[in-house]
Nanobody, 117 residues
Framework: QVQFVESGGGLVQPGGALRLSCVAS????????MGWYRQAPGRQREWVAR???????EYADSVKGRFTISRDNARNRADLQMHSLKLEDTAVYYC???????????WGKGTLVTVSS
């Protein structure tokens, strides 16, 4: 099993920024495609961003230009830096190994991001 622990969420104002962190268990992190996902209130989970072991990065159109995904294989960590946050970014954010835009392993608890005045 690979387990993921997300952190860094909180309450921010529109236009603000947050950095989310994901730490994975085990010793295969470095060969996994990693992704960030989010689930807004009343909505299905959606894919946000992915990064491959080789550093290839893709973003959903809704966050492109505002969010940055990165990884540190030495620390089994994948981060999501979020800027210019909007009300519609409010969601529980999850990380996971990515397979075609969906999580490969069991989902963790996620971390809640609330964008509000």
């Amino acid at each position: 099993q690979v387990q993921f622990v997300e952190s860094g969420g909180g309450l921010v104002q529109p236009g603000g920024a947050l950095r989310l962190s994901c730490v994975a268990s085990g010793n295969i992190f470095s060969i996994l495609d990693m992704g960030w996902y989010r689930q807004a209130p009343g909505r299905q989970r959606e894919w946000v961003a992915r990064i491959t072991p080789g550093g290839y990065i893709e973003y959903a159109d809704s966050v492109k230009g505002r969010f940055t995904i990165s990884r540190d294989n030495a620390r089994n960590r994948a981060d999501l830096q979020m800027h210019s946050l909007k009300l519609e970014d409010t969601a529980v954010y999850y990380c996971n190994a990515d397979k075609n835009g969906d999580g490969l392993y069991s989902w963790g608890k996620g971390t809640l991001v609330t964008v509000s005045s």
